[in-house]
Every structure is written in structure tokens, then in C-alpha cells.
């Protein structure tokens, strides 16, 4: 799934391509996706011009003077350039169109992404006014994790994963921070003493932004706006790395699913 490094890399590769430009409308080739996208998509798109880009946990904004587009990237999708002489794909299920014979297009082979316009205030829809602040931003601090963790039993990487508490960590991540932290990740959230509350910030905060400049991590579907992958994989500790020595101890990195996800930790550098 994409998470918070890879919707950044995107909507980065994106703004320089898209922002103050005028859109011609939509072409939707599958509307059924998580959501089926709206049939009158194309009418509020079309002569629109895009004002700005953004993120938000791991949704794109595209803020058109009418109103905003929500995109979420769901397990698979992604968006890139092409051209309208370009064929789509089989898993090409939607195309933006610009001027030039230009386009944006989406792919995504499993479908669990979406498109859903908002004219109201974007931020105030149901599917973002719920989120925790933003891990690199200033709302996230060891003030804040140590009262999101007060007196919870539930394992810490659950928490870091729930998007009401923090928004858009996701499981890579979760697994990398945690390590760096050496924190165990079923360590019940609670028992995390307000120094290591104070490590996780920096280690969560550090880690997405080595991702970021690494264009995020692909290991089947992200790519770049260019076609390029992300090259943060070749960097991750443990995540992916079961039954591989620790780069940090030379103990065998573990796996168990933790709450239905896939969790990589190290027993002896984690605590």
C-alpha cells in the first residue's frame, strides 16, 4: 500500500506537471473502484483550473476552483503522465485531462482506491476530519504520543498504525520507526516511559523523511511520477527482512501479523 512517503513523492511529481493549469474534463473508464466515482465527475472537472496539490494522511487533494478532488491510492494505485495517443491499460482506470494531448492517469490493479469530489471545505469531509495530526508535522511530539499512549494496553505499533491518533505512518514505517526506537511492537503502549516516547517521535519523524528523499519504498506497484522507483527498500531494517540476520545485532529479524498487518521486529534490539 502507499503510505505517507510515496503519496508525498507523487503529489511532489505532480504539482510541477498539473498545478495552474486548466483540466478538460475526466475520462472514466472503470467507476467502480472502493467508491464508484460519480457519474457528473467530468461536468465539474471540465475548464476547471487546478489551484493547488495536496496531502492529507495518505489522500491527494486536488483543489480545482469548484471544488476538490479526493484521491486515495488504496493497496495499488498510483498516477502518472501519459499521453491521449497512449492505450490504457487494463488496470488504467481513470485519466485527468489536460491540454496538449496530456493526461494524469490512474492505475489500479486491485481497486480498493477512490476519486470522490467534494464541493464543501475538503478538509471537513468525513473521509479527513477524523485524522490525527500529521507525523511531520509540529502537532506530532512526545508530549502528544505520551497521552496518546496513557494508560493503553494495546500494543504501541497498533496505535501508531490507527489514523485517528496519527495520520498516514503506515505499516513500513511503523515497523521501521519502532525498530530504530527499539521498541518492541507488541509492548503495550502504556508501559513506554516518556523518554522513549520522545525517541519514537524523532525515530517516526526521521524515518519518513530519509524515505522522502529516497522517493519513497517500491516493492511491487509505487513509482514516481517519471516511471522511476523509490529506493528506500534497499534501506529498511526489518520490514521484509524476516528470517535475515539484524543489521544491528546479527540476530534473525522475526514476522507475526499484529492485528491483521504484517509486523518485522528484532527480539534482541527491541525491547
Request: proline share 6%; charged share 25%; net charge positive.
Amino acid at each position: 500500500m502507499p503510505e505517507l512517503p510515496e503519496v508525498e513523492t507523487l503529489r511532489r511529481g505532480l504539482e510541477p506537471l498539473a498545478v495552474g493549469r486548466k483540466f478538460l474534463g475526466v475520462e472514466v473508464r472503470q467507476p467502480r473502484l472502493r467508491k464508484k466515482i460519480s457519474a457528473g465527475l467530468n461536468a465539474k472537472i471540465a475548464g476547471s483550473k487546478l489551484i493547488a496539490l495536496e496531502r492529507r494522511a495518505k489522500y491527494l487533494l486536488f483543489r480545482f476552483s469548484p471544488g476538490t478532488l479526493l484521491i486515495h491510492l488504496g493497496m495499488s494505485g498510483t498516477i502518472f503522465r501519459s499521453q491521449t495517443q497512449t492505450p490504457a491499460g487494463k488496470h488504467d482506470h481513470f485519466d485527468l485531462l489536460l491540454p496538449k494531448q496530456e493526461l494524469l492517469r490512474y492505475r489500479d490493479p486491485r481497486r480498493f482506491g477512490m476519486a470522490v469530489w467534494t464541493s464543501s471545505p475538503p478538509y471537513s469531509h468525513r473521509l479527513l476530519s477524523h485524522l490525527g495530526p500529521e507525523p511531520l508535522g509540529p502537532d506530532l511530539h512526545a508530549e502528544y504520543l505520551r497521552k496518546v499512549f496513557h494508560k493503553k494496553t494495546a500494543p504501541v505499533k497498533s496505535l501508531l498504525l490507527d489514523g485517528t491518533k496519527i495520520s498516514g505512518i503506515g505499516n513500513i514505517y511503523a515497523s521501521e520507526a519502532l525498530f530504530r526506537a527499539g521498541i518492541a511492537p507488541k509492548r503495550s503502549a502504556g508501559k513506554i516511559s516518556a523518554p522513549r516516547c520522545d525517541l519514537l517521535v524523532k525515530s517516526i519523524k526521521n524515518v519518513l523523511q530519509e524515505a522522502l528523499a529516497a522517493g519513497g519504498t517500491t516493492l511491487k506497484d509505487h513509482r514516481r511520477v517519471d516511471g522511476s522507483p523509490g529506493w528506500f527498500a534497499q534501506d529498511l531494517a526489518v520490514y521484509g527482512r524476516n528470517d535475515k540476520d539484524c543489521r544491528n545485532c546479527g540476530n534473525i529479524v522475526k514476522k507475526a501479523l499484529l492485528a491483521g498487518r504484517s509486523t518485522y521486529w528484532c527480539s534482541t534490539c527491541q525491547k
